[in-house]
């Protein structure tokens, strides 16, 4: 079978990463998928040459995309389906655009304490201490704003913020970062969107090398 020209550089591990695997799914896009291994690499090029040394990136013949939006946005480009697809920019009124804020930067949080984790700072060190204030609250916040955010954004068939709450709200568990237990908007919200095929297809794991 001939390689896919479009291959996704990410972790199957990876929130940010798996924003892009459900984008691929939904819009059926085909695509190679390389794994980066060691995340704590300096390479850039094991990256797909984005220097920020991060996941995930979509290498294609006419060049390689960083990051999770633009990614999706250049899959939404190269998708034969005619999806409506709701992008940040579309979120014109505060509680949605603030519900995208609140998610994004809780995202690049939750990666904050795992490479602090990485290198074995423990979680009560001082450093963390604003980190996992910020993921609380911002777990708060949405419990109290989610609903209505997803319900005042345009209505269309993939939204960017409902593919990234539910990828940030489920990688919770996933690395020990925190819980939904006291959270039974966010737990239905994550119910609900875990029913599309591409959710079931996307499940948060480790990659494993192969065996030398
Ligand atoms: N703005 C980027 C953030 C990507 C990001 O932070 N990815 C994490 C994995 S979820 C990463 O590469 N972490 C390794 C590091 O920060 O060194 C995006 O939207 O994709």
Not at 22 to 37: D, K, M, R, S, T
Not at 101 to 121: F, P, Y
Not at 129 to 143: I, S
Not at 175 to 180: E, P
Request: proline content about 8%; overall charge negative.
């Amino acid at each position: 079978m001939p390689t896919p020209p479009l291959t996704l550089i990410a972790r199957s591990s990876s929130h940010f990463s798996r924003i892009t695997r459900i984008y691929a799914a939904e819009l059926e896009v085909p695509h190679a998928f390389e794994p980066v291994f060691d995340i704590v690499s300096t390479w850039s090029a094991g990256y797909g040459d984005n220097p920020l040394l991060r996941v995930p990136s979509l290498r294609t013949p006419e060049g390689t995309w960083f990051g999770s939006l633009g990614v999706c946005r250049e899959l939404a480009r190269r998708s034969s389906r005619a999806l409506q697809l709701v992008w940040p920019e579309d979120l014109t009124d505060p509680v949605s655009s603030n519900a995208q804020e609140v998610v994004t930067d809780a995202m690049n949080t939750g990666v904050v304490i795992i490479t602090s984790r990485m290198q074995k700072v423990p979680d009560d060190n001082p450093a963390l201490m604003k980190p996992f204030a910020r993921l609380h609250g911002a777990l708060d916040w949405l419990e109290a704003n989610l609903d209505a955010a997803l319900a005042t954004q345009p209505s269309g068939d993939l939204s960017f913020l409902d593919v990234s709450a539910f990828c940030f709200l489920t990688h919770l568990g996933f690395r020990g970062l925190g819980t939904l237990d006291q959270h039974p908007r966010l737990r239905a919200f994550c119910d609900r969107f875990g029913e599309r095929a591409s959710a079931q297809a996307t499940p948060y794991h480790f990659d494993q090398p192969p065996a030398a």
